[in-house]
């Protein structure tokens, strides 16, 4: 939780600190993990340009998935990034839904009562902050029966999402953030802090769109 970082660095000791993914305060040294804003256009913009391609930009609702305690991490993914991704396709986005899911229980009743509130929706994007909201989504459609009505994009490309992402139509694309590569970056930087050497305040994974063709 971002908002607590500050009270956590004033209660520990005073040493370099490089925050994984969510900003943590007035200690930070350095912020390491996603360069959240970019990943997030790139998942938006490839949304658009699937519902450019299939449908000409017509859509019913566009259902973002997200989680508010993220901070600045949540505004620069989905807002930020993810909106004007899909806003370079297709322009200003109509009947916008905002909710806070971003684990796959969350995501499953949160997107179902979602979809009680389009009865006639039959092209609903959704966009997930993670996979996790995204998987949550989809299993809430399917039991409506409404699986078909969903196109998606999801950021993180987990392990749990491949076969999705390679064989569901519906599975437009995915961010992927390579956590994997994590260590090799934060690892060599923490140790030239904790020698007292300048480090860069942004060390960002370079993002790439996960889809079909190429996963």
Known sequence: DAQSANAICAAGPQVPVIAID???GNCQTAFMGANNQYAGYLAGQALG????QHFNCQYDAYVSMEEP???AVNTARMVTGYQAGFKSVCGPIHNLKTENAFRIDMAHTTFANVLTTLPGAHRIVVAGINDDAIEGALAAAKTA???NDLYVSGQGADPSSWCDIKSDPQWVGDTAYFPERYGQIGVPYLIDAIKGQPIPKMLLVPHEI???SNI
């Open 22 to 24: 969510i900003e943590q």
């Open 49 to 52: 340009n699937y519902m450019k």
């Open 69 to 71: 305690d993220a901070g």
């Open 145 to 147: 029966g409404r699986y």
């Open 210 to 212: 996960i889809n079909a």
